[in-house]
Nanobody, 128 residues
Framework: QVQLVEGGGGLVQAGDSLRLSCSAS????????MGWFRQAPGKEREFVAT????????NYANSVKGRFTISRDNAKNTEYLQMNSLKPEDTAVYYC?????????????????????WGQGTQVTVSS
């Protein structure tokens, strides 16, 4: 099994930056996709960003494109989400996600069903 633990959340002001981390433990992950989703109060969990095993392919929700950067360090079994120019609407619990392996359809990277492991979430609150 794989356990994912997020960290780095907190309370910041609009325009500030945060870097979230997600550390994986347990069984080794290889050639998989990792990503971030978030859930604001009263809303469904939504896609934020994903990254391929090599890091060569990334995807972002339109709402965060240009402000957030996803990365991963496979040697450290960790992925990151650098969040810049934070806005109040970014306030949410951010969840790390990981697939077991790569999946066949690259067009469905934003679908939750592609991800087999989830972290407990880390709270990001952006004040105005």
């Amino acid at each position: 099994q794989v356990q994912l633990v997020e960290g780095g959340g907190g309370l910041v002001q609009a325009g500030d930056s945060l870097r979230l981390s997600c550390s994986a433990s347990g069984r080794t992950l290889s050639r998989n996709v990792m990503g971030w989703f978030r859930q604001a109060p009263g809303k469904e969990r939504e896609f934020v960003a994903t990254i391929s095993w090599s890091g060569g392919s990334t995807n972002y929700a339109n709402s965060v494109k240009g402000r957030f950067t996803i990365s991963r360090d496979n040697a450290k079994n960790t992925e990151y989400l650098q969040m810049n120019s934070l806005k109040p609407e970014d306030t949410a619990v951010y969840y790390c996600a990981a697939s077991r392996t790569t999946f066949s359809s690259s067009s469905t990277y934003y679908k939750e069903y592609n991800y087999d492991y989830w972290g407990q979430g880390t709270q990001v609150t952006v004040s105005s």
